[in-house]
């Protein structure tokens, strides 16, 4: 049996389905596209690699999609940084899997942005690629086409009979497809629109076998619309519950805090085990109530050396997959700071868009706000920094934890 490995590619910026976050980073039905889309692969036994490829200025977004797989390690390889263009962002993608044992006999690409792929699909994709070397799925046009000028004017009606509307996963040998990509490298302006078309440049002749119609890609707003009634259809019925989380430290001798991931100059550090981030730890500890998961304390002990120091965003990742692994999804993140110094107002943008990075939440639903204790008790006295945090989330009312 030939290896077969699959890249995903989540590099583009897909700023036609409008949004605070690129499209594979948005929740649907309360999970990331790309997480979906992973899982699909992830799950599929025939897979022996799975490269995403991604815009280097996602590796956070990425991460915390990572962190709420089921299959993290083993498969799932580190993500590559993708390039200014699909066909570039492919190449790397590639490149990465020809380097020592990695390099399959068989590579599917697949777009992110796709995440109604099937088991069946795949299996379709695989097999396609052994018997003809190069294929693509596609699915009837069941409508007339027409072919118009810039003018509006009709010139040809094709016969809809001959054409196919072709989707992802495409299927290659691997060697076949990188060869291809590495002699079109230096024609990233000839219009190629898909692996496919470089496969035909190149010479190889491409099979088309059947692709899937509900098989759609998440490119425009009406069509995450669409998404979420397809799945709401199939969802079971969510209840909502309220979480509440309370993080307080001491200051110390420092020159910074990290507070909602992002480090703030300050003539104060914190004593703490690990970065002592009050607000990921509140938000951690709310989501978690939501969830009767105990608190932070419980899946995170001060006692284990290898929390010491620790970036929070690993535990607010953390307890973000435990919400994903019960079919949850967060709505809303409400986080007070209660402290004299320092200012939060310079910093709530960067908070607020590092939090919806964390938990994948567009900057709407997520609030920041701060304030003083009136000089009253001892953040007024300026001996420490307190933060609450309150998360809104919704799980099946079917699923026990």
């Known amino acids: 049996m030939s290896s077969v490995a699959a ?35 992830l799950a599929h036994p025939g897979l022996a690699a799975i490269v995403p490829v991604i815009h280097p200025e996602d590796a956070g977004r990425y991460g915390a999609v990572a962190a709420g797989l089921s299959e993290a390690t083993g498969r799932l390889r580190a993500p590559v940084s993708g390039g200014d263009s699909r066909q570039a962002s492919v190449l790397a993608g590639l490149e990465a899997l020809a380097v020592g044992t990695m390099r399959p006999e068989i590579v599917l690409v697949h777009d992110a942005a796709r995440p109604f792929a099937t088991s069946d699909l795949i299996d379709r994709a695989i097999a396609a690629a052994r018997a003809h070397g190069a294929a693509v799925p596609g699915v009837t046009v069941t409508d007339t086409v027409k072919v118009v000028d810039d003018a509006g004017l009709v010139r040809a009606t094709p016969e809809r009979a001959a054409l196919r509307l072709i989707q992802t996963p495409q299927a290659f040998r691997f060697d076949d497809l990188l ?33 899937e119609p509900a098989n759609m890609k998440l490119t425009t707003a009406a069509d995450f619309d669409e998404a979420e009634r397809r799945l709401a259809a199939e969802a079971p019925a969510l209840g909502v519950r309220v979480g509440c989380g309370y993080d307080v430290h001491a200051f110390a001798a420092g020159d910074h805090l990290w507070l909602g991931g992002i480090r703030i100059a300050h003539d104060r550090g914190v004593l703490a085990h690990s970065d002592g981030d009050v607000v990921l730890h509140a938000l951690t500890d709310a989501v978690l109530g939501a969830l009767a998961e105990g608190d932070i304390g ?71 706000k701060a304030t003083t204790s009136e000089r009253l008790g001892f953040t007024g006295r300026r001996e420490g920094i307190a933060a609450q945090a309150i998360a809104t989330v919704r799980l099946p009312f079917d699923r026990e934890p």
């Not at 036609?16 to 889309?37: F, I």
């Not at 440049?201 to 088309?208: E, I, K, N, P, S």
């Not at 002990?301 to 997959?321: E, I, N, V």
Request: proline share 6%.
């Open 179 to 211: 060869s291809a990509h590495r002699q079109a490298a230096s024609l990233i302006d000839a219009g190629f629109t898909d692996d496919g078309a470089i496969a035909e440049w190149a010479g190889l002749g491409v099979h088309v076998f059947p692709g």
């Open 7 to 41: 890249i995903i590619v989540a590099a583009g910026r897909g700023t036609r389905a409008g949004g605070d976050v690129p499209k594979q980073y948005r929740e649907l039905a309360g999970r990331p596209v790309l997480a979906r889309t992973l899982e699909t692969f």
């Open 298 to 368: 419980t899946h995170f002990p001060p006692s284990d050396p290898q929390w010491k120091g620790a970036s929070s965003d690993r535990f607010l990742a953390h307890a973000m997959a435990l919400l994903r692994q019960r079919g949850g999804r967060l709505d809303h993140a409400d986080v007070t700071v209660v402290c004299e110094a320092p200012k939060i107002g310079p910093h709530r943008e960067a908070m607020r868009r590092r939090i919806a990075d964390i938990v994948g939440l567009p900057l709407s639903a997520v609030s920041i």
